[in-house]
């Protein structure tokens, strides 16, 4: 240990026991690329195993046939005609035709509203 407080608090050292000091030495530098290049190549190798990002690796609970029903949202407390007017807002936000300023300021009213 250099002695550091920290070094001394926790009695690890702040550089990891693997690193090493760099070489100027060809052969070292060599032997070095050689073993990033291995190790790069079964990284390589790992990620072409493993199975599609868009494929599941087992089959869902839904295909496997759940014994439970899907579990129901609860009240919003809300009016049929808030809950159509908000809707209505959020469409005209996701077509565009409203501001996010202006999609906050409605949405306000509505559930300030009656």
């Known amino acids: 240990m250099s002695g550091s407080p920290i070094e001394a608090a926790n009695g690890f050292s702040a550089v990891p026991a693997t690193a090493a000091v760099p070489s100027s030495d060809p052969e070292q530098i060599a032997k070095a690329r050689e073993a990033m290049r291995q190790k790069m190549q079964a990284s390589e190798v790992a990620v072409k195993a493993a199975p599609e990002a868009g494929q599941p690796p087992h089959p869902s609970r839904a295909e496997k046939g759940s014994k ?5 949202a609860p009240p919003t407390g809300l009016s049929s005609n808030q809950e159509q007017q908000l809707a209505s807002l959020l469409q005209k936000y ?21």
């Open 94 to 114: 996701k077509a565009d035709d409203i501001t996010p300023e202006q999609y906050q300021a409605e949405r306000a009213k509505i559930l300030a509203g009656p």
């Open 68 to 72: 439970f029903p899907p579990l129901q």
